[in-house]
């Protein structure tokens, strides 16, 4: 589990796509983040500059970031394997994600089906749980991202693929924007048991979807607090089954590559934090 809890932010790579390391680091502290995720993307990219991956280790602890997720696992099934030219992202075998979250102490591996709409779920569990126990042997989590347009749409199938493994270091991973992209359901959220939400990525997004949710996801998501997500109200659910997960704030935007890291990551902490003090009344 992660050491981190409900009222710490996580910094998600995934705020600067074209971004590395150092960029990273500089965005999480400028946002007062006490949490970091990292893509194998990035430990490719800072080898290329020079960087061994203990040199990465090392430039975190310097400034007390603890990863919490290795994201995000494509491949761990052939059900949803990319056709020829359908993939947004390179696609990265399971071992350099163990060799990762072993070099950088990572929390948990974050697990998702990005292609195909359709998965046979226990087929699927069986796929999951190898990875899952691979995962166990060193004391970390698999954290499985639903998607809306995936066969694991929403939190409530999210949790029958989890059980059906019989793994119970297997997590859910919260993205507030597939929530309100896919099913919106608030009740079936409150019935999750908290000790299963393994992690939160959170932003914003406008009532009315693109005609490419895909696209739309890893370019235009809107800082929390810029759109229609019923966020505070998400917040509180959370706390309501007893969800421990940090407070992950993932901003894809396209336009985030051109501003200096230290104001995307003051912005989006600064979104985020809002945010909590709306629900919570804490002072967060």
């Not at 950088?104 to 709409?117: K, P, Y």
């Not at 985030?256 to 003090?277: F, I, K, W, Y």
Request: hydrophobic share 40%; proline share 6%.
């Amino acid at each position: 589990m992660s050491p981190l809890g409900p009222d710490d932010l996580v910094y998600n790579t995934t705020n600067m796509l074209g971004g590395g390391v150092r960029e990273l680091v500089a965005a999480a502290v400028a946002g007062d983040y006490r949490g970091v995720t990292i893509w194998p993307q990035d430990v490719e990219r800072a080898r290329a500059a020079g960087m061994s991956i203990s040199d990465v280790k090392s430039l975190l602890d310097d400034h007390g970031l603890v990863v919490t997720d290795v994201d995000c696992l494509l491949s761990w099934t052939e059900q949803a394997l990319p056709k020829p030219g359908e993939a947004m992202v390179e696609i990265v075998g399971a071992d350099a994600f163990f060799e990762i979250a072993e070099a950088l102490d990572a929390s948990a591996i974050n697990v998702t089906q990005g292609f195909g709409g359709e998965l046979d779920l226990d087929r699927a569990a069986e796929d999951l749980a190898k990875v899952a126990r691979r995962a166990a042997e060193h004391g970390r989590n698999v954290n499985f991202e639903f998607l809306p347009w995936s066969g694991v749409p929403d939190v409530t199938t999210c949790l029958d693929l989890l059980e059906r493994t019989g793994c119970p270091n297997t997590t859910i991973m919260f993205d507030a924007w597939h929530w309100f992209r896919g099913a919106r359901d608030l009740e079936a959220l409150r019935k999750i048991p908290g000790a299963r939400i393994g992690s939160t990525q959170w932003n914003d997004a406008p009532s009315q979807p693109s005609d490419n949710l895909p696209a739309e996801a890893m370019q235009s998501r809107l800082l929390p607090g810029d759109g229609d997500i019923p966020l505070v109200d998400l917040v509180r659910a959370l706390d309501e089954i007893g969800s421990r997960a940090p407070i992950g704030v993932e901003v894809i935007r396209s336009d985030h590559d051109a501003m200096p890291p230290e104001e995307v990551g003051r912005r989006t902490a600064d979104a985020m934090r809002a945010v909590l003090r709306e629900a919570r009344g804490d002072g967060a």
